[in-house]
């Protein structure tokens, strides 16, 4: 890496400070790698379980109650305020893991990109015969191109100086398609919105 030719670099010249910043260079580098690696581990055992389990009934409503207190802690942290709607029970035809995964992926995108202070707010509801997520971020406005490339893998937001490989959204729209759904984002009222939808599991059918 590029680092690391600064590191022999500054080794030859036995410049100490230099040395120091580039093992921090490389830490840097290694932690990145390690993310992306999960990434792609992750995507494997999400698909795995979306082959396996697409027809179990899932209480979507239930899922995101539960990330959000996953990452009650974190959103504590950075004094940003939370709330949530949540109408439940809302059933989809999805593994628990693969809306885990989802949610997970969404609320840790938000906390990111939201500001120390700001806020986050969970919604949750039918509308008609889908199911909708919205999970809402106070962020600065973003063009219409950011808001749809955003999706796309090793695509990110370079303005916001976020550390990352851009492979998140990236999946979370992988399994939201396996899942005959949908996801997109908006800007909305001071932020953004990300919308997930999927058809709902009536109780006829269940």
């Known amino acids: 890496s590029v680092a690391a030719e600064i590191l022999r670099e500054k080794t030859a ?7 120091e910043k580039s093992i921090t260079a490389i830490e840097s ?3 990145c790698l390690d993310q992306l690696t999960g990434k792609i581990l992750e995507l494997t055992k999400t698909e795995l379980t979306l082959v396996e389990d697409i027809h179990t009934v899932t209480d979507l409503a239930a899922e995101g109650k539960a990330a959000a207190e996953r990452y009650s ?10 709330t949530e709607k949540i109408s439940g029970p ?5 593994p628990p893991q693969a809306l885990q ?11 990111k990109y939201c500001a120390d202070g700001r806020t986050i707010r969970l919604s949750i509801y039918t509308e008609g015969s889908r199911a909708v997520a919205e999970l809402f971020n106070t962020s600065a406005p973003h063009s219409e191109k950011t808001l749809t490339e955003i999706f796309k893998p090793f695509v990110r937001n370079e303005s916001e100086r976020i550390p990352g490989y851009g ?5 979370a ?3 939201t398609r396996n899942l005959r759904g949908s996801i997109r984002a908006e800007n909305v009222n001071g932020g953004i919105c990300f919308f997930i939808d999927f058809p709902l599991v009536l109780e006829d059918t269940i």
């Open 101 to 111: 995964s989802l949610f997970d992926i969404l609320f840790d995108n938000a906390i």
């Open 13 to 19: 010249k036995n410049d100490t400070a230099g040395i």
């Open 29 to 31: 580098e290694i932690a």
């Open 167 to 171: 492979l998140g959204l990236a999946l």
């Open 90 to 94: 809302v059933p989809v035809s999805a």
């Open 173 to 175: 729209t992988h399994i």
């Open 73 to 82: 802690e974190m959103i504590f942290k950075k004094k940003i305020g939370f």
